[in-house]
């Protein structure tokens, strides 16, 4: 059934856990996600991020999330991740999206709280609940070559109490060591800054960049208090794995093949990634 953001991150809170969210923006992606929440009995988070809007727009696989949320026999969450601008807001809102995140993490403080802001008027006239963001976590989830050479700048525990108080958001997503895509060099999260956040900020927190991290740190960041990763780029990548792998064993004639391989691995990597978030951590 389709679920609030809120309530799913009331789930995570309640086991002292991560829900994951997954960014779906072609069938075989959102048919894993859901099947991983499904065989899993767990709640999920579908996402379309605006960047991939090139790719699939939102008109075409967004109307498809809302109905197999509806449809899936666990609670799904249907969000609009890194939005950027209020049209496209207001884009997802009429497809009857239950959350959305605004991205004003490259805007100056007033500039981002007033983007913010409005959008969390929008979304809560709506019914939709709001994640932004504060800090800026570097890279860009599926875009080849997405070099960014410039350093996370980590989020200001003061400054995103804040941000949270400014725009009346629902979570926060703040940059805590993590980077989008592929990890080239070993990532350092900063645990200390992730409890301090969840001690002043008073709502959920949200770590991006969620995949290619170690088992370890994952569950020191939920340990800390994180209660929604962002996880994409490794699902996305295990079915390209998978398509490779079926091209060079039996080489099929028809394409379903592939999709269906991919859909199949995708899945196993998405059902894998929540074990890793779901379980209760030990103290
Ligand atoms: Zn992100």
Known sequence: MLASLTSVLGWAEERGCAAAAFDTPNLELLLAAIGAAEARDEPVIIQHAQLHESETSIDVIGPIMVMRAEAACVPVCVMLDHGEDLDYVRRALDLGFSAIMIDGSQLPYDENVALTRAATEMAHARGADVEAEIGFT???EGLEDADDDRANVYT???EAARFVADTGIDALAASVGTVHGFYKAEPKLDFDRIAELRRVCGVPLVMHGGSGLSR????????????????????S???????????????PKYFHALANA??????????AAMEMFSMVPTA
């Open 138 to 140: 570097t890279g860009h």
């Open 156 to 158: 200001d525990p003061a």
């Open 216 to 235: 370890e740190d994952t569950r020191a960041a939920i340990a800390a208090g994180i209660r929604k990763i962002n996880y994409f780029s490794y699902m």
């Open 237 to 251: 990548n295990a079915g390209v794995r998978a398509v490779e792998a079926l091209i060079a064993e039996k080489r």
């Open 262 to 271: 991919a859909t199949e691995a995708m899945q196993a990597d998405a059902e």
